[in-house]
């Protein structure tokens, strides 16, 4: 994507993504890995989960295998926990975050902690480099406390879960792509300037309100893929709104998907689901 505007992000692309179903039967909306939009290199996947009926996922995520990239949890409302066959154990509940690196294997399950109530947040999928697609598995709990809350400008709060803000950094890993990930809360008219790296792809979800993103106006539900180049404007319409705010530095190296292994070329696909049958995982 290259961006025609010095001084600001546009926006490329506008989408309400695509409504489906993962793990054991839970309702979600995917957003990235779609036929519309497959990738944002290197952002493979994108899901929104929302619900106040507990039938749309109590199911959960039983265990499965991932290999070749990272998953990063962000529960908004409700209550998630992690296992893995790498000894990974850990509860996220309002606010919180998992963040874990399949790398060369690793096989977990994410499971509603709560029978009742609204379960709302998102789960990203980030690529690995091919350096480090193998590397060893690594998991890690982001509780609340740990994510700065930022006051950025009057009427505009920012949780920073990963990168930096001014002198602000947020508590996710340091990683080739240089993830950067904001919540960023506006009230109505408020407006901020995001600090995204220049040269990151990204897009700005709104889950909240209404939102001017690069000067365009998008509702809840409505995620904007935005160009490579300049800070990010957000503003706040009549009322109150949440954006997340996404970026990573692009790898530009070839993509093979199968599932739930990300990998470079289709032979180490192969290898992967041979592995993972074999019980090497």
């Known amino acids: ?3 025609v505007q010095a001084t600001g992000r546009r926006i490329v692309k506008v989408t309400r993504g ?19 939009i497959p990738h944002i290199d290197p952002i493979l996947m994108l899901d929104n989960f929302g619900s ?24 908004i409302h409700g209550s998630l926990e ?22 060369r294997g690793v096989v977990h399950s994410e499971m509603p ?31 609340r406390d740990m994510i700065p809350v930022l006051d950025v400008t009057p009427g505009v709060q920012a949780k920073l879960i990963a ?7 947020g508590p996710g890993p340091e990683r080739p792509t240089a993830p950067f990930i904001a919540d960023v809360s506006l009230e109505a008219g408020a407006r ?3 600090p995204v790296p ?30 490579d180049s300049g800070t990010l404007e957000l503003r706040g319409m009549a009322e109150a709104s949440r954006v997340l705010v996404v970026a990573a530095r692009p790898l530009g190296e070839p993509i093979a998907k199968h599932g739930p292994f990300v990998m470079n070329t289709v032979d180490e696909l192969r290898q992967a689901v041979s592995d993972y049958q074999r019980g090497l995982f």
């Open 18 to 36: 695509m409504p489906t179903q993962d793990g054991a039967g839970v309702s979600l909306t995917r957003l990235i890995g779609t036929p519309e």
């Open 1 to 3: 994507m290259t961006a």
């Open 192 to 194: 901020a300037i995001v």
């Open 163 to 169: 990168g930096s803000w001014g002198a602000s950094r």
């Open 198 to 227: 220049d040269g990151h792809n990204g897009f700005a979800f709104v889950f909240a309100g209404a939102a001017a993103i690069g000067g365009e106006t998008l509702g809840a539900g409505q995620m904007a893929v935005l160009s």
């Open 52 to 75: 106040d009926d507990p039938k749309a996922y109590i199911a959960g995520f039983p265990p499965h295998p991932h290999r070749g990239f990272e998953t990063v949890s962000y529960m």
């Open 113 to 143: 902690a709560q029978s009742s109530g609204v379960m709302f947040g998102f789960q990203l999928w980030l690529n690995l480099p091919a350096r480090e697609k193998m590397r060893a598995p690594w998991y890690q709990d982001i509780p």
């Open 82 to 103: 992690h296992r893995d066959n790498k000894g990974g154990r850990g509860l996220i509940t309002d606010g919180g975050v998992q963040w874990m690196t399949a790398g």
